[in-house]
């Protein structure tokens, strides 16, 4: 079964030197946490703000090649999470054909926040991330934490 995931917010990790994703369920508060590097994030933090580049970044040349050719991103879904290591999918309609491609969760919010595509999780990620240290982490978070990348 899916979730629907909304970026939460995105919020640099002193810790482990990366970046990190909060993708939030909205009827039940359900964290989805997501390490991502500096590229990933600047990326995701693009979108967020709304800010373009000079030169197309990767993304925004991935939604124009999808564009040109007329096919639509219909969804990403977070579908893994292997030994802390998080797994995508990006669900692409053409025509009369869905297509699905794998995809690194980063690169396929990225591309969700550049085509106000809908982000879901598979629950059973969901339940795999879920342990005491992560709401302990969670619990611990102020709203400062958070930054400027609120949606």
Not at 102 to 130: G, H, M, N, Y
């Amino acid at each position: 079964m899916l979730t629907q995931m909304k970026v939460r917010g995105l919020m640099f990790d002193p810790y482990n030197n990366a970046y990190i994703v909060l993708l939030r369920e909205e009827d039940q508060g359900e964290m989805l946490p997501i390490w991502v590097g500096k590229s990933e994030a600047s990326a995701i933090s693009f979108a967020l703000e709304g800010i373009a580049a000079p030169r197309p970044m990767t993304h925004d040349l991935m939604k124009s090649l999808l564009d040109s050719v007329e096919a639509k991103v219909i969804s990403v879904v977070v579908t893994d999470l292997v030994e802390n290591t998080y797994y995508a999918k990006i669900h692409l309609m053409h025509e009369d054909s869905e297509f699905s491609i794998d995809s690194r969760p980063s690169d396929a919010i990225a591309l969700a926040l550049r085509t106000s595509t809908p982000i879901f999780a598979q629950e059973e990620v969901l339940r795999k991330q879920a342990s005491e240290e992560l709401d302990h982490w969670l619990e611990n978070l102020k709203p400062e934490d958070f930054g400027k990348y609120e949606s």
